[in-house]
């Protein structure tokens, strides 16, 4: 088996739902941002205030390739479709999931957090733009898009299960 991955935008659910997923398949699920602060034993805000972005975005390239063989399911960091390299490594995956909501729900959910960097440092308008941005870059990473706007985990998992020729509970 091929990892399942899951990608989207901060704060679109891909912790929660690759958790549950996880549950329902019974497949270990490996967080991306998780790995890095292990390897590298801080956190990630402490890693983009003392290392910088480009050092993360290195760690986080290195690491995407790391795990392309795990029978896992992998959530990723909402940054990893940034570089052109990670997309394609992406594209060469069969099942990678691309979880999306409006800006304004992601907004509710990221506004006051003070653990991602890149909203401790973005007015809500530049995330904005970051979020239109990266739109494209994830469709172009991702073969299933799903909206998750108003939908409970529940309703996103069975949606994402329909894609996937497996029984679970
Ligand atoms: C980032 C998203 C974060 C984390 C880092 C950068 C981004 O992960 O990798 O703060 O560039 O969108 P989450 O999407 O899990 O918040």
Redesign the pocket.
């Known amino acids: 088996m091929k990892p399942i991955y899951i990608i989207g935008?901060?704060?679109v659910g891909?912790?929660t739902i690759g958790k549950e997923l996880g549950d329902r398949l019974h497949l270990p699920v490996i967080d991306?941002?998780s790995y890095i602060e292990e390897r590298e034993k801080k956190s990630?805000k402490e890693i983009?205030d003392q290392d910088g972005e480009q050092y993360?975005r290195d760690i986080?390239a290195g690491a995407l390739l790391d795990l392309t063989k795990q029978e896992a399911i992998i959530t990723t960091?909402?940054?990893v479709v940034?570089r052109k390299e990670n997309r394609e490594v992406l594209r060469q995956q069969d099942l990678v999931f691309h979880l999306t909501a409006s800006f304004e729900t992601l907004w509710d959910r990221l506004e006051g957090d003070g653990d991602?960097?890149?909203v401790l440092k973005n007015s809500k308008e530049n995330l904005r733009s970051l979020f239109n941005r990266r739109l494209p870059l994830y469709e172009s990473g991702s073969s299933i898009t799903i909206q998750t706007d108003h939908k409970t985990t529940d309703e996103v998992i069975k949606e994402l299960l329909q894609h996937l020729d497996v029984d679970a509970v």
């Open positions: 935008f901060m704060g891909k912790t991306m941002d990630i983009f993360f986080e960091g909402g940054g940034e991602r960097p890149l």
